[in-house]
T-cell receptor, first 111, second 114 residues
């Protein structure tokens, strides 16, 4: 069964550094999403992406965040200047037009 | 807009007892509903989903949930709890008007006592 994959599984970075989280959506899917889960809290929607542009973003998704589909298979989330409070699990999801299928997540730790 | 409310941030049951985790949703259009389980330091595992077919949905690990439109509920049950069921459980909703983004509840942590 096709799956969404994410790399790396764990990422440790220093405050102020840029990080790129990578996702490979299911191959025939057209809708892509990023979610965040701060430790001990619920999963929160960050952004949705369709037809090479952002279709919706939450208030969490501020100017330090950006998304890109650089090569037709990957879907990336870039955090430009990480802050301590960006430490969280980040989930990618993709869909063919219905509810999304979630990847295993990347745990980001900002020191 | 969609929303999800999970009643009870913590639920404790004895091994072998009935598990009941409550979820109520709000959606202006027919929703898709989900239950996910998350073990410590791990990702989300889909337990089951309702997609407008049968209202009683069976999932993995002996869990099931019933969609009740009149009560806007989607409670998760399991007849007999196992120690391995101890985890965090998230109810979630998705719908066409939300661009199919998934909205999660706050989660319920299930404790299973020996």
């Amino acid at each position: 069964e096709p799956e969404v994959t994410q790399t790396p599984s764990h990422q440790v970075t220093q405050m102020g550094q840029e990080v790129i989280l990578r996702c490979v959506p299911i191959s025939n899917h057209l809708y892509f999403y990023w979610y965040r889960q701060i430790l001990g809290q619920k999963v929160e929607f960050l952004v949705s992406f369709y037809n090479n542009e952002i279709s919706e973003k939450s208030e969490i998704f501020d100017d330090q965040f950006s998304v890109e589909r650089p090569d037709g298979s990957n879907f990336t989330l870039k955090i430009r200047s990480t802050k301590l409070e960006d430490s969280a699990m980040y989930f990618c999801a993709s869909s063919a037009g219905g509810p999304g299928f979630f990847g295993p997540g990347t745990r980001l730790t900002v020191l | 807009a969609q929303s999800v409310t999970q009643l009870g941030s913590h639920v404790s049951v004895s091994e072998g007892a009935l598990v009941l985790l409550r979820c109520n949703y709000s959606s202006s259009v027919p929703p898709y509903l989900f239950w996910y389980v998350q073990y410590p330091n791990q990702g989300l595992q889909l337990l089951l989903k309702y997609t407008s077919a049968a209202t009683l949905v069976k999932g993995i690990n002996g869990f099931e949930a019933e969609f009740k439109k009149s009560e806007t509920s989607f409670h998760l049950t399991k007849p007999s709890a196992h120690m391995s069921d101890a985890a965090e459980y998230f109810c979630a909703v998705s719908a066409n008007t939300g661009g199919f983004k998934t909205i999660f509840g706050a989660g319920t942590r299930l404790f299973v006592k020996a």
